[in-house]
């Protein structure tokens, strides 16, 4: 009963290092998003898949790349970070019909 | 770009006293969801509201939904320090985008 599981947990990035964070979940849902959530602004969504081969931009996509090859995992990559990405990023998903989001425990990540 | 309101931001009472957490926007919205958030775990959500003047019931909580569908409400009676945690509101509106929008949260502390 894992539901959505992110991996790592916690790590700290150097300025311009670049990394993945992966998300999987076992529920077979269609959709998976990306948020990050910073103090005071609330979560705000990065990218989003509609299914497995789409993705599409949310709100503050830029410096932020997705994949979802196969149904069940949602990829977040960062090409080179920036101390501007410190952040906890949660990945969610949904199913088809089913309004609400199931959220994995987060990744607390530090560019420094 | 829609945006959601949630006050107040900080909220610090004694265990047994009520309470009401607001979430309200100038669009009109097609569903609007609570969640709540622990320290280190992502959001758990709580209830679902689909129809302008609805009221759902959990045990404690009571959620209503405005008659115009453009805010909502949270209210818990005789809060308790297992209430303790962040409070968001989420909206979906009729884009045809599927991702929701999260207002910045209420932190509500209980003291016993």
């Known amino acids: 009963n894992a539901g959505v599981t992110q991996t790592p947990k916690f790590r700290v990035l150097k300025t311009g290092q670049s990394m993945t964070l992966l998300c999987a979940q076992d529920m077979n849902h269609e959709y998976m998003y990306w948020y990050r959530q910073d103090p005071g602004m609330g979560l705000r969504l990065i990218h989003y898949?509609?299914?497995?081969?789409?993705?599409a931009k949310g709100e503050v996509p830029d410096g932020y790349n997705v994949s979802r090859l196969k149904k069940q995992n949602f990829l977040l990559g960062l090409e080179s970070a920036a101390p501007s990405q410190t952040s906890v990023y949660f990945c969610a998903s949904s199913g088809q019909g089913v309004y609400g989001y199931t959220f994995g425990s987060g990744t607390r990540l530090t560019v420094v | 770009t829609q945006l959601l309101e949630q006050s107040p931001q900080f909220l610090s009472i004694q265990e047994g006293e009520n309470l009401t957490v607001y979430c309200n926007s100038s669009s009109v919205f097609s569903s609007l969801q609570w969640y709540r958030q622990e320290p280190g775990e992502g959001p758990v959500l709580l209830v679902t509201?689909?129809?302008?003047?609805e009221v759902k019931k959990l045990k404690r909580l009571t959620f209503q939904f405005g008659d115009a569908r453009k805010d909502s409400s949270l209210h818990i009676t005789a809060a308790q320090t297992g209430d303790t945690g962040l409070y968001l509101c989420?909206?979906?509106?009729?884009?045809?985008?599927?991702?929701?929008?999260f207002g910045s949260g209420t932190r509500l502390q209980v003291q016993p």
């Open positions: 898949s509609v299914g497995e081969g789409t993705t």
């Open positions: 989420a909206g979906a509106w009729d884009t045809g985008r599927r991702a929701l929008t």
């Open positions: 509201v689909v129809t302008g003047g």
